[in-house]
């Protein structure tokens, strides 16, 4: 496995890019990044696993750099931000600029503050907990802006047709009457991809593989069995 930390989440140097950059440039410089570092370590048939902004960095991945992976698996994330797919898109425009200023507003310490704060409510595991805040501790203000600006700025649903790669995909299920909704956004935001795996893991949030490792586990074990997943190539040290 290939843990990949993106740039300037995880206390790695951030990418340059303008407070007020347009489009989607930090999601197309991560993807291209990944497909740079596959073809480096000579990898292929690969299996990339993405959650939230990782799940959108992997349908980037698959549109721009066809080939470079043989499977996709999206953990609680598609094609577009679920929280817009009722809304215009100069609403969504408008979203992603208030989100990215508010991050953008805040001192270095009150970001620090918040980004501690946030594993407490979002990690149901306590014992996990400490090591969110610590990675979530380190990440870049301005990065994390670009990152919130980008997440409901962009909309690939008219690509997904180009993937033709298997994709996996576990979506959590909240309790009550938003789990119907939950699994009508999933749909949604992943519509059109041609050969998808959806599953569901009730009484779960955002933080799948966390709140419930073993059946994480389970449903990509599936989803790698049902296509027959070999084992990456390896370059033996000369």
Not at 45 to 53: A, C, E, Q, R, T
Not at 89 to 99: G, I, K, P
Not at 207 to 234: A, G, I, K, Y
Request: proline share 5%.
């Amino acid at each position: 496995m290939h843990a990949v930390t993106l740039p300037g989440l995880g206390g790695t140097a951030r990418w340059p890019v303008a407070a007020d950059a347009q489009g989607t440039p930090l999601l197309e410089h991560c993807a291209a990044a990944i497909a740079d570092y596959l073809s480096e370590k000579r990898l292929r048939n690969v299996v990339i696993v993405g959650h939230s902004f990782g799940a959108a960095v992997a349908i980037k991945l698959a549109l721009d750099h066809p080939g470079s992976a043989a499977q996709l698996f999206l953990v609680d994330w598609g094609a577009v931000h679920p929280a817009t797919l009722a809304i215009t898109l100069e609403e969504r425009l408008q979203q992603a600029e208030m989100r990215r200023k508010a991050t953008l507003q805040q001192t270095d310490d009150e970001f620090r503050k918040q980004m501690s704060e946030m594993p407490a409510t979002a990690i149901a595991n306590a014992a996990r907990v400490p090591a969110y805040v610590e990675m979530f501790g380190k990440a870049d203000r301005l990065t994390s802006a670009q990152i919130s600006y980008e997440l409901r700025r962009y909309d690939w649903r008219a690509r997904l047709g180009e993937i033709r790669i298997p994709v996996g995909a576990v979506f959590g299920l909240p309790e009550g009457d938003e789990a119907d909704t939950t699994r009508q956004q999933a749909a949604a935001v992943l519509q059109g991809i041609r050969n998808l795996r959806l599953n569901f893991l009730a009484r779960t949030g955002h933080w799948v593989m966390e709140e419930r490792p073993q059946e994480f586990d389970r449903v990509l074990q599936t989803f790698l069995s049902s296509h027959n997943q070999q084992p990456l190539n390896r370059r033996k040290n000369k």
